[in-house]
């Protein structure tokens, strides 16, 4: 019997849970095998390079995830697709980088554009092939009906719309206004804090609960978990239980969870037949303190072009293709992940322009193979503000967030930082100094000059804001349509 954390009451999230409270289910003979695998994509909200057991993390262990990562490949040179969370997400299911299809930074509650009706994402290109998707967490690239999931290749849904700090205060300022939806309907208009604290106890059972039902269909299901993202909550099973305080709890309800998937894959027989993917949208939201993770030695954290904002782990499992046991060196990105899905399962790619590419060379376990040896770090509307070719990365001067020097906050409250700090260019040798201390830029120019004359390329396809260059390949985002 499968034990799920305590908390979950009668009502509405007895109503959002199904008639079900347990994905464990006796175990039945194995469906014939599909062409394709099942894919279970978790992505996690601000969870740090630093974070699992397998990377450094400390008064808790993640040991359903090091067994994943155990069981597969692991990543140590991945990034996201842009240090903040609206932009990061609309890279994964786009194969983009965010820049190109108009949606940087983060979208608020109120925002009138989100993903366009052009782009083609995960989601709509396995439906083509067939696949039954769903997404259960946050969604965060548009609140209108016309951008929620249900209208972009997902079956189903059940999540928010947005992070889970964002909300208008309601007219009395008593509670906030985080809409809990089900595919198109708003089942909890206000989702309180202690709502929050069934978050993953409730997506995760959602996930396990569509593998069940979907165990003869190829299914895709994309789990982008709201936590560890601020603020923190726990379910009553795992608060207190971690040496790490809060943050420490919520890792390890995280960890059961992805034990817990693990677990429903065995019991219905798909566990070989499904491709699991774990990773993280940015780094640590580091001025909240001991509410934020780690960025496992990484300069500085989330909403910057650091190691620390844009390195994060990442696993990927397939016990029908993937080597376990295999680390990949190679440098690869979240916007990575559309086109290996696309070879993965002979999908179409879409038609117009992406910035992904496959990296099935490193899933089959040619760890030497480079797929990716360029990566463009955009942040604010449009700035290019550093690139990486091989191991050499070039940051060019920027204003930009710093965290140093200041005092994190704590017990949830944040710290101060500087959002505008002007940040100097250097030269960095990754192999060496993945911290990015040492600026080598007088020592080696000839690197200089090729990193240049590569951002020089990036900007006239993708435009660069400090260069006041509009860029001629830049799409637009989907704009609100009233009526």
């Known amino acids: 019997m499968i034990i799920h954390p305590a908390g979950i009451k009668a009502g509405l999230w007895g109503t959002v849970l199904t008639t079900t409270l347990s994905c464990s289910t006796t175990k039945q003979p194995a469906p014939s095998p599909v062409k394709s695998p099942n894919i279970i994509l978790i992505y996690l909200d601000d969870m740090g390079n630093g974070d699992l057991s397998l990377t450094g993390a400390t008064g808790y262990t993640t040991p359903h995830i090091d067994k994943l990562a155990g069981e597969g490949l692991r990543f140590t040179h991945f990034y996201s697709p842009q240090a903040v969370s609206t932009a990061s ?23 009138r554009i989100g993903i366009s009706d052009g782009e083609v994402t995960i989601a709509e290109m396995l439906k083509e092939k067939g696949y039954r998707t769903a997404i259960f967490g946050k969604w965060h690239l548009g609140t209108a009906r016309q951008f929620l999931p ?16 964002m909300w208008p205060l309601h007219p009395t300022g008593s509670y906030p206004d985080l809409p809990l939806f089900m595919d198109e309907e708003i089942v909890n208009k206000a989702v309180t804090p202690n709502d929050q604290t ?3 106890t409730l997506f995760t059972q959602k996930t396990c609960d569509f593998i069940r039902e979907n165990r003869d269909h190829p299914f895709f299901i994309y789990l982008p978990h709201p936590m560890p993202h601020v603020p923190l909550h ?34 219905t027989g798909l566990e070989e037949e499904t491709l699991v993917i774990f990773t993280s949208d940015n780094g640590p939201w580091i001025n909240y303190g001991n509410h934020a993770g780690s960025t496992g030695g990484l300069r500085e954290g989330k909403g910057t072009t650091f190691e620390g904002g844009h390195r994060v782990p990442c696993i990927m499992r397939w016990k029908g293709l993937i080597p376990e046991g295999v680390v990949s060196n190679s440098l690869a990105s979240a916007i990575d992940i559309l086109p290996t899905l696309a070879e993965l399962t002979a ?4 038609t117009h322009k992406i910035d992904g590419v496959s990296l099935l060379p490193i899933l089959k376990g040619n760890t030497e193979a480079t797929p990716r040896e ?24 920027h204003p930009g967030r710093t965290y140093e020097g200041f005092k994190p906050g704590q017990d949830g409250k944040p710290g101060e930082v500087n959002e505008n700090f002007p940040v100097g260019g250097g030269l960095y040798d990754l192999r060496r100094d993945p911290g990015e201390r040492y600026d080598l830029s007088t020592f080696y120019p000839e690197q200089v000059r090729l990193l240049d004359s590569i951002a020089a390329k990036a900007r006239e396809d993708l435009g660069d804001d400090l260069h006041k260059m509009e860029g001629s390949g830049r799409r637009k985002p989907g704009y609100l349509v009233t009526h």
């Open 347 to 350: 999908a179409p790619l879409p």
């Open 234 to 267: 726990v379910s009553d099973r795992f608060k207190g239980k971690s040496e790490q305080g809060h943050y420490g709890d919520v890792m390890m309800e995280i960890d059961w969870s992805v034990g817990e998937i693990i677990r429903t894959l065995q019991e």
């Open 150 to 165: 249900t209208q972009h290749g997902f079956d189903r849904f059940c999540g928010i719309p947005y992070s889970n700090d």
């Open 89 to 111: 997400r609309a890279g994964l299911l786009t194969g983009c980088y965010p820049n190109r299809i108009g949606l940087p930074g983060a979208l608020g509650p109120q925002s």
């Open 198 to 200: 069934q978050f993953t």
């Open 374 to 397: 360029t990566f463009y770090y955009y942040y604010r509307q449009n700035s290019l503000e550093a690139v990486r070719h091989g191991h050499w990365k070039l940051v060019f001067p």
